[in-house]
């Protein structure tokens, strides 16, 4: 049976050093022309799936990349185990899921990941200092100077591992899966997402469609949440982004259920990046938990017992992810399969980014074309499809 400690060795994984903070520079004039030029060909609502777009609005990095960043608070997606009873868990998931995004987005300016190229997977981990993990109820989150961290990620015993792969698996529609598993824990997360995105004048929007599964197999409590859209709004002059629409998180077994709304900013006045949520028991009709605050700022919770807490996303300390050096990669992996696009991005030279990039997409066709004629069907290495989703092909709850 294959698993992911045969296929990637996790020895090899180092503390990732790659930060590709963006330019803050908004577009350039020249730029400028490009994109007008783009949305006069653009009708309103039009799906851009198939729209090729300038690579100088690129972000560096692969959008398989960016699901793993959502993982960048690993101290407090494990502590959702650690809550005692069903309501603290789902609190806990509510706590984390609000922290999720902010480190997904790199840099004030609104860039556009790397679509990710059929079969290309991403793979990485994080050793969790274990007394960082811990039932966040009791103890408010203690802000740790990153020294700290380096100090506790030295000896592997006192740490939790957790391991993250994520698989493009399909190209038409655009599917992402990703799986997300500590062992130790006993937990793990399987998401599938169709990014779709649609020109609305002014701003871009691309709809996450999909649902991902939290499974607590101590528990044998399953969480099902979705995932909100997100806009680029100004494209023509500093493009920025803000997420948008509710979401739910549920548990059937228990009985409690969250929502979780993603405010985009009124047209005049009002303020940006508001998210607010509560967590009810369905059985009782009970709020036991809202939240409101800003999902890239300062969140303020407040539960049924009249206790508040409040978490500013900023000052949460980062856990950096493992990874394998390019050379260590197979040909499929993000960073090894985009590296020389990254690069050129990198130099500032625009034109080599464009001819690497084109050169994996025409690559990516023409492969198709083949499959098409011979009639074969892409098949995922890491995923299988089950129903309308996809499933980790060995995941903890299999494997226990």
């Known amino acids: 049976i294959r698993t992911l400690h045969s296929l990637i060795l996790v020895e090899d994984e180092m503390t990732d050093t790659e930060d590709n903070e963006e330019e803050d520079l908004g577009v350039m004039e020249d730029q400028r022309s490009i994109i007008l030029h783009l949305i006069s060909q653009l009708k309103l609502g039009m799906d851009l799936t198939r729209v090729v777009l300038p690579t100088f609005i ?23 185990a650690a809550g005692a009873s069903p309501e603290e868990r789902i609190i806990c998931f509510v706590e984390y899921y609000l922290t999720a995004f902010h480190e997904g987005r790199k840099g004030a300016v609104a860039k556009k990941p790397y679509n990710p190229i059929i079969g290309e997977s991403f793979h990485c981990s994080w050793d969790v200092p274990k007394d960082k993990v811990k039932s966040l109820r009791t103890n408010s989150a203690s802000v740790v100077s990153t020294d700290q961290i380096k ?29 997300c598993e500590c062992k130790e824990k006993r937990m793990c997360v399987n998401a599938h997402v169709w990014t779709k995105s649609k020109f609305m004048g002014m701003s871009i929007g691309v709809s996450m469609v999909g649902e991902g599964v939290l499974y607590l197999m101590a528990h044998e409590e399953e969480y099902v949440f979705t995932l909100p859209s997100a806009y680029a709004r100004s494209i023509l002059t500093i493009p920025w982004v803000e ?14 259920s969250a929502t979780v709304t993603f405010h985009t900013k009124p047209f ?67 960073r090894h399969l985009w590296q020389h696009v990254t690069n050129s991005l990198k130099e500032g030279n625009i034109d080599a980014a464009t001819e690497h990039k084109h050169r994996l997409e025409e690559r990516q066709r023409a492969e198709e074309r083949q499959r098409v004629a011979i009639n074969t069907p892409w098949k995922p290495k890491y995923f299988t499809k089950e129903g309308d989703g996809w499933i980790y092909f060995n995941p903890l709850w299999k494997s226990h």
């Not at 990349?65 to 101290?75: G, I, K, L, S, V």
């Not at 508040?308 to 949460?316: A, G, M, W, Y």
Request: net charge positive; glycine share 8%; aromatic share 10%.
């Open 151 to 179: 100090e506790f990620g030295q000896d592997q015993s006192e740490c939790y591992k957790l391991r993250f792969v994520a698989e493009q698996v399909s190209h038409h529609p655009p599917v992402s899966c990703f799986y």
């Open 243 to 256: 997420l948008g629409g509710k979401v739910s998180i549920n548990c059937a077994k228990t009985g409690y």
């Open 58 to 80: 690129l972000e560096k990095r692969s959008l398989l990349e960016m699901y793993a960043n959502f993982m960048a608070h690993p101290d407090l997606f494990l502590s959702i």
């Open 268 to 334: 005049y006045g009002g303020k940006v990046h508001r998210v607010t949520a509560e967590v009810k028991h369905n059985p009782t009709n009970t709020i036991v938990c809202k939240a409101q605050g800003e999902w890239n700022g300062t969140l303020e919770f407040t539960y049924s017992n009249g206790e508040t807490k409040v978490i500013d996303t900023n000052k949460l300390p980062v856990i950096r992810k493992k990874i394998r050096s390019i050379a260590k990669q197979g040909p499929f992996e993000s």
